[in-house]
């Protein structure tokens, strides 16, 4: 794949079967938020060589949920680079801790609702 496409089809299987095995906080993020708000998201979604947890085409937003991996050395690596070459297509990056799902839910989805609002105006 080129590095200037946003598709990357060769990870479309492993895009599924992150749909299928989503997290704890995952799951609770899309069923009790996202597969129901009023602008379309997906889950899973291939974005250049990487899969966002879930994106927002018409915001042009990625939203991601941090484990304890995202906080290594490696893991702080790699989301630098997905974020650089997020922000290439014009796509914002926003992060959640998986414990901030667990703790603070309703502010979560909240900021999540604002950032999309700023989005598309």
Same mark, same amino acid.
Request: proline share 2%; glycine share 6%; hydrophobic share 30%.
């Given at each position: 794949? =080129?590095?200037?496409? /946003?598709y990357n089809s060769t990870l %479309?299987? =492993?895009?599924?079967?992150?749909? +299928?095995? /989503?997290? &704890?906080?995952e799951r609770r993020l899309w069923y009790g938020f996202l597969r129901v708000y009023p602008v379309r998201i997906k889950r899973q979604m291939v974005i250049g060589q990487f *899969?966002?947890?879930?994106y927002c085409a018409k915001a042009k937003l990625a939203i991601e949920?941090?484990?304890s991996q995202h906080f290594t050395? &490696?893991? @702080?690596?790699?989301?630098?680079? =997905?974020e650089q070459? @997020?922000? +290439?297509?014009? %796509?914002?990056t926003i992060r959640y801790t998986n414990l901030e799902v667990d703790r603070q839910f309703e502010a979560v989805?909240?900021?999540i609702d604002?950032? *999309? +609002?700023?989005r598309i105006g």
């Open positions: 794949m =080129r590095q200037d496409r /946003m %479309i299987p =492993r895009a599924r079967e992150l749909r +299928k095995d /989503m997290t &704890d906080q *899969i966002a947890d879930f949920l941090d484990g050395d &490696d893991g @702080m690596q790699y989301d630098t680079e =997905r070459m @997020m922000q +290439k297509f014009g %796509i914002e989805c909240e900021s604002a950032h *999309i +609002k700023s």
